[in-house]
């Protein structure tokens, strides 16, 4: 099922018509709407978190249909799912204590870059504190403003390379250019892959599937106060 057939499914299970998501579609009229819930247009970022909202829906559920994300908690960006944390400067999951190597720096703008660096396996600079199982976790330090204000200059975000990443989940992405960007993973369409910001200053952007290295799921935002030194 193509998530404009879950739009009409929602509408209907609503109660609501298509005049109702004129407003969120940012259209004039219910012809234009029509175009979007036949699939003969693509929504903008705005307009699906938009259509998410009016829709009491998570954009996980509407993108790809799993029943585990499709009540909506709504956030200021319009994209927080039952399942994660809306305050989330920091989060946590059952699993046993962990010293996570800090292994590069991740810019949080529209270009991207990793600094990778030179320490054995299973090092870097640091590490942060936080509990995982997954024995590939790793965090990068973030500078930048792109995805203010739930992750802040300077802060940490911790990856699990063993996870699949979902549409809706903050995501590191690499890209075989040497590009590493944090983003929020809106979808995957044929041979693109799709990001946001949280930050609306920063464009949306996409990348061909052939072009990318990684795409891991973020697990945690760190503070700086949970940064231990390797000496």
């Known amino acids: 099922m193509k998530w404009y057939e879950r739009a009409k499914n929602r509408l209907k299970d609503q109660g609501l018509t298509q005049e109702d998501i004129i407003a969120p579609l940012n259209v004039t009229t219910r012809g234009a709407v029509g175009h979007y819930l036949n699939g003969r247009r693509e929504p903008s970022q705005k307009q699906l978190l938009a259509l998410c909202k009016k829709l009491d829906c998570s954009l996980d559920w509407l993108l790809t249909g799993n029943e585990n994300y499709k009540i909506h908690k709504h956030s200021s960006n319009g994209i927080i799912s039952e399942n994660q944390n809306s305050n989330a400067h920091e989060t946590y999951k059952i699993g046993k204590s962990s010293h996570v190597p800090v292994v590069g720096t991740a810019q949080l703008g529209d270009n991207g870059y990793w600094a990778e660096l030179e320490y054995p396996t299973g090092h870097g600079d640091g590490f942060v504190l936080f509990a995982t199982d997954d024995k590939n976790a790793y965090a990068l330090r973030c500078i930048g403003d792109s995805m203010k204000p739930r992750i802040q200059n300077g802060e940490y975000v911790v990856a699990e390379p063993n996870t699949e990443a979902q549409p809706g989940d903050e995501v590191i992405v690499k890209a075989k250019d040497g590009r590493i960007m944090v983003k929020t993973l809106l979808y995957k369409r044929e041979d693109r892959i799709h990001l ?18 990684i795409m891991h799921p973020i697990s945690a935002i760190v503070k700086r106060m949970r940064w231990i030194s390797s000496d």
């Open 196 to 213: 946001i910001s949280i930050n609306e200053a920063h464009p949306p952007q996409s990348i061909l599937v052939s072009e990318v290295e």
